[in-house]
């Protein structure tokens, strides 16, 4: 079983710059995706930023060039850098973490309680 702890949310002012991060228990955090998703008041959840094991990168359009993924495999953590922030990035953010043994079973699929972040003045 793996649990994946947020911290780093808080308000900020637009254009300024907040960092999350996301500890994991477990063992299986090298050799695992992770992700960011957020989730708007009366919007779904969204694909942020994706990491893969591999160094592999994805973002979402909204947030290409101020949001960097990284991660640091013996901290067990994954952080998201987030620069230039607009008040539309207002949302709970949550921490993935998705595994699997080989390509012939499923994933195993974890998330974070979430993280609230405001961006207002």
């Known amino acids: 079983q793996v649990q994946l702890v947020e911290s780093g949310g808080g308000l900020v002012q637009p254009g300024g710059s907040l960092r999350l991060s996301c500890a994991a228990s477990?063992?299986?955090?090298?050799?695992?995706?992770l992700g960011w998703y957020r989730q708007a008041p009366g919007k779904q959840r969204e694909l942020v930023a994706f990491?893969?094991?591999?160094?592999?990168?994805n973002y979402a359009d909204s947030v290409k060039g101020r949001f960097t993924i990284s991660r640091d495999n013996a901290k067990n953590t994954v952080y998201l850098q987030m620069n230039t922030l607009k008040p539309e990035d207002t949302a709970v953010y949550y921490c993935?973490?998705?595994?699997?043994?080989?390509?012939?079973?499923?994933?195993?699929?974890?998330w974070g309680q979430g993280t609230q972040v405001t961006v207002s003045s």
């Open positions: 993935y973490l998705r595994h699997r043994a080989s390509r012939y079973v499923s994933w195993q699929a974890y």
């Open positions: 477990g063992s299986i955090f090298s050799i695992s995706d």
């Open positions: 990491l893969t094991t591999d160094g592999n990168t």
